[in-house]
């Protein structure tokens, strides 16, 4: 049973960063496809970026890109979210998730990050709160 661990959540500034951690102790990361997802308070969760197994292909929503990096640390299997300029609409609970092994890819990894109610997507971490304000 994969366990996956969130860490790197605060209360930062507008503008501000914070970078979030994604760790599977006792597994192997590389195995599977990684997404990052938030919910805010009242709101239905979101996929924020994705990253797929095999050649790590990253995709980003709309609502992140250009702000937020998403990366995969094979030599200490972990896969961070670097989040800049921070917004106060990022404020969500952040979760950290991963795919079903895939024998073979047949939709972008985008479709991963569109689909968090997926039954494709049984591994989440506990979540870690994320709270930009002044």
């Known amino acids: 049973q994969l366990q996956l661990l969130e860490s790197g959540g605060g209360l930062v500034q507008p503008g501000g960063s914070l970078r979030l951690s994604c760790a599977a102790p006792g597994s192997i990361m590389d195995d599977y496809a990684i997404g990052w997802f938030r919910q805010a308070p009242g709101e239905e969760r979101e996929g924020v970026s994705c990253?797929?197994?095999?050649?790590?292909?990253?995709y980003y929503s709309e609502s992140v890109k250009g702000r937020f990096t998403l990366s995969r640390d094979r030599a200490n299997n972990t896969v961070y979210l670097q989040m800049n300029s921070l917004k106060p609409e990022d404020t969500a609970v952040y979760y950290c998730a991963a795919e079903v092994p895939l024998f073979l890819r047949t939709m972008p990894i985008s479709a991963m990050c569109d689909a968090p109610d997926s039954i494709d997507i049984p591994y989440w971490g506990q979540g870690t709160q994320v709270t930009v304000s002044s």
């Open positions: 990253i797929t197994d095999r050649d790590d292909n990253i």
